[in-house]
């Protein structure tokens, strides 16, 4: 291990999750940003004094509305209040997307304008791809690109400005995410999870992997992460025991951009859950190719009641050819089948909008969907995230300044862009909305209790058009 020097002077690091800014039509949520806990953690084991500060959390329900966009979280004056109680020598702010610059930089500047001499940085996703014109910002002394828990040891140490690459460490060396220094009851209480329709009350989540060992044109994951790393299973379920034991935590979103690529750390992992008697769900997606009968059922066992199917496409030419997604499509059906058998609801994700996908293609997968009896489904249209392949292909071509992910943005060659926006909204609405029809107790405890113990009832129609 490592040894830390006691006599060294400790550094005063603020770390800052910054207002969120989303459509109007988006279902606010509210998560433990991990990413600056996770380095807030490295930091502390490192000797240093870290404070965090989720503006989410903290100003949820402060709203400022503007068009078609919502921005909630903690005013200027009150972040200004934070930084001036903690006088921080560096303060950090995490930028996941390019929607969310405005804001990061509102918090730097809010920062450099109480103290012109603190050190100041931002990191995250957006940073990393547009890092060239950020460092040119006088409101950021450094800019990280990638993962940043070594990247701080640098700054720390040599305040050292411009671009800062490190290579990604070894998460195992990494301690668990400081969430001790963040407002936990706070997020329990609002209970606006990663998994919105949660029937369960203390809901947090979890990361047990970086990376991905595939590249999908639309991810922007392996440009951030890297390969694919796994937490050590004994480390992954002592971080659950520790949630279990400190928070009274009784569901788990497991958050991971491939959970089960290590087939045999994943039922570690599930032997572990099986015995903590928790609940869980992965509502971001799961590796469908990487799952098997016997793996579900132990995850049933492990206390696994909602899985997402990231499917994207029904037509194996277009996952090969366009999305170049690893993945069989013949598995799926089966697949959904054992998990329905077992108890486990499947919801779906897929794709719409790619530029060479036809409007039959669109609707072929809509009639998929209900043919495999996916309990719920998202219909997405595609986006071209910064670090994307599919980013990289047409940012001379499309205006990306200012994201939004329910509208079309790519040129289609058969459809104009409020075509492909009416037709996922109707594919949306549709195909939840049968769920009714399909399964009308599962219907009345997922949406309308969802909306009469989060919204209001009167919010219930709105549900069906994004999950």
């Not at 005063?12 to 509210?30: D, E, G, T």
């Not at 279990?244 to 859950?273: A, H, P, S």
Request: charged share 30%.
């Amino acid at each position: 291990m490592e040894r830390i020097n006691r006599n060294r002077k400790k550094t005063k690091v603020m770390l800052v999750f910054p207002p969120f800014s989303q459509p109007v039509a988006s279902k606010k949520r509210c998560l433990v940003p991990l990413g600056i806990a996770y380095i807030g953690a490295h930091l502390r084991e490192k000797g240093h004094e870290v404070k965090l500060l989720d503006c989410v959390v903290e100003g949820y329900h402060d709203e400022r509305v503007s068009g078609n966009k919502r921005t909630f979280g903690l005013s200027p004056l009150k972040i200004n209040r934070e930084i001036a109680e903690f006088e921080p020598d560096i303060l950090g702010v995490s930028c996941l997307m390019t929607v969310q610059e405005q804001n990061a930089l509102n918090v730097l500047k809010t920062a450099k304008i109480h103290n012109p001499h603190v050190h100041t940085v931002i990191g995250g996703c957006h940073a990393s791809v547009f890092y060239k014109r950020l460092k040119k910002n006088p409101l950021i002394d450094t800019v990280v690109v990638g993962e940043g828990e070594k990247a701080f040891e640098e700054i720390i140490d040599k305040r050292r400005k411009g671009v800062i690459k490190r290579c990604p460490m070894d998460i195992n060396k990494i301690p668990p995410p400081a969430r001790d220094l963040l407002p936990i009851e706070k997020y329990l209480e609002i209970n606006m999870p990663e998994n919105i329709f949660s029937p369960n009350k203390r809901v947090t989540q979890m990361v047990t992997s970086r990376g991905c060992p595939f590249h999908c044109v639309f991810c922007a994951t392996t440009n951030f992460h890297g390969k694919w790393r796994g937490t050590k299973a004994e480390k992954v379920i002592q971080e659950a025991e520790g949630l279990v034991d400190n928070y009274n935590i009784d569901e788990i979103n497991i958050i991971d951009e491939n959970l089960v690529f290590d087939k045999n750390r994943t039922k570690e992992i599930m032997k572990g859950f099986k015995k903590l008697d928790i609940a869980w769900s992965n509502p971001g997606g799961i590796w469908i190719q990487g799952l098997d009968n016997g793996l579900l059922t132990l995850m049933k066992e492990a206390g696994c009641y909602q899985l997402t199917f990231p499917v994207e496409s029904s037509n194996p030419k277009i996952l090969k050819e366009v999305i170049r997604k690893p993945l069989d499509i013949k598995v799926v059906k089966p697949l959904v089948k054992h998990s329905h058998k077992i108890g486990i609801d499947i919801h779906a994700f897929f794709v719409c909008g790619f530029p060479q996908q036809s409007k039959q293609d669109m609707i072929n997968d809509f009639n998929y969907a209900k043919e495999v009896g996916f309990d719920s489904a998202s219909f997405h249209i595609i986006t071209p995230l910064p670090g994307s392949e599919i980013y990289e292909k047409y940012k001379d071509k499309v205006d990306l300044k200012n994201i939004d992910y329910t509208k079309a943005t790519l040129p289609h060659p058969e459809l104009s862009p409020e075509e492909i926006e009416d037709l996922v909204k109707e594919f949306n609405i549709k195909f939840n909305k049968s769920y009714f029809w399909r399964h009308p107790m599962k219907f009345m405890k997922k949406y309308v209790g969802t909306s009469m113990k989060k919204y209001s009832i009167w919010d219930l129609p709105k549900m069906f058009e994004r999950q």
